[in-house]
């Protein structure tokens, strides 16, 4: 199971108010909504950094430049 670290943030009123009315939808916690909400956004950012890195390995692809596996790798693109 992952750790779980405690985090203050400041939000807006009608921020707040809208993930009280979620979290009661669903029978959650804010904390619950605010994590998931979270891991959807870094999924989506990973995915998008994903798709960068497919772009630059086609073109160089397509340019005819050499390419191994290290190249496919994307941990330069991905990790940051």
Do not use: F, P, W
């Not at 992952?2 to 108010?17: F, G, I, Y």
């Not at 619950?32 to 073109?59: C, P, T």
């Amino acid at each position: 199971m992952s750790v779980l670290v405690r985090t203050q943030l400041m939000l807006l009123r009608e921020q707040r108010d809208r993930l009280n009315e979620i979290a009661a939808q669903s029978n959650r916690s804010i904390s619950d909504v605010v994590r998931k909400m979270i891991s959807a956004q870094l999924r989506q950012h990973r995915y998008e950094k994903m798709q960068i890195a497919a772009e630059l390995l086609k073109s160089e692809y397509e340019l005819g430049g050499l390419m191994d596996m290290s190249d496919l790798d994307g941990e330069d693109i991905l990790d940051e």
